[in-house]
């Protein structure tokens, strides 16, 4: 395989679409964190894009290695993302529906949320490692680096979104972050089961 134009506009594109989840996710963490700081920023958008990175490799190294164990666990992956994001979307919509006032601190994505974010936002990357399976080690890895930084690029944008709109709606941001996170789970569940 060389190095052509087509494979990196490729991996781009492929990083576009694997980004959607985690750009929606990213919208909802800056509509729950409209004070958040460009430092934290780039920490969330790059849990997403590392995610984002190793999920597509992994999927490569499990076809390279074990497949036959790992089509048995393909088809829990839209089970585990409705799951994960069901929970974290049901948090935030509960929230949001009491009313209550939140404190800042509260309202920090807290590391395990991010960790959790990051895992069911790239869990249907891991199937990718299938579809760039012919490509050999270097490639494969410069794949999965060029997805990482369009989805790094992707989720900056969703903060960014998330935290101007945030400000305008800080009553609503947690019950509407929270439909958010829902809608992607099923979504990526539909999409997989059907």
């Known amino acids: 395989m060389n190095w052509s134009f087509l494979f990196f506009f490729n991996s781009a594109v492929l990083g576009v679409g694997l980004a959607m989840d985690a750009f929606s996710v990213s919208l909802a ?4 964190e409209p004070k958040m700081k460009w430092k934290k920023m780039l920490a969330v958008a790059g849990v997403f894009a590392f995610f984002q990175w190793f999920m597509p490799m992994l999927g490569w190294i499990a076809v390279h290695t074990f497949v036959q164990y790992f089509s048995a666990f393909e088809k829990a992956i839209p089970w585990i993302a409705l799951g994960l994001l069901g929970c ?16 800042e601190s509260e309202k920090k994505i807290g590391k395990g949320t991010l ?19 012919n490509y050999d080690m270097m490639h494969s890895l410069i794949a999965s680096v060029v997805i990482a930084v369009v989805t790094l690029i992707i989720c900056l944008g969703g903060l960014i979104l998330g935290k101007k709109f945030g400000m305008k709606l800080t009553n609503k941001a947690s019950i509407f972050g929270g439909v958010i996170l829902i809608a992607i789970g099923l979504e990526i569940f539909l999409t997989n089961i059907f």
């Open 29 to 32: 963490n800056g509509l729950n």
């Open 88 to 103: 974290i979307g049901s948090k935030m919509l509960w929230e949001g529906i009491q009313k209550r006032e939140v404190e």
């Open 115 to 133: 960790l959790i974010q990051g895992i069911a936002t790239s869990i249907d990357a891991l199937s990718v490692g299938f579809t760039i399976a």
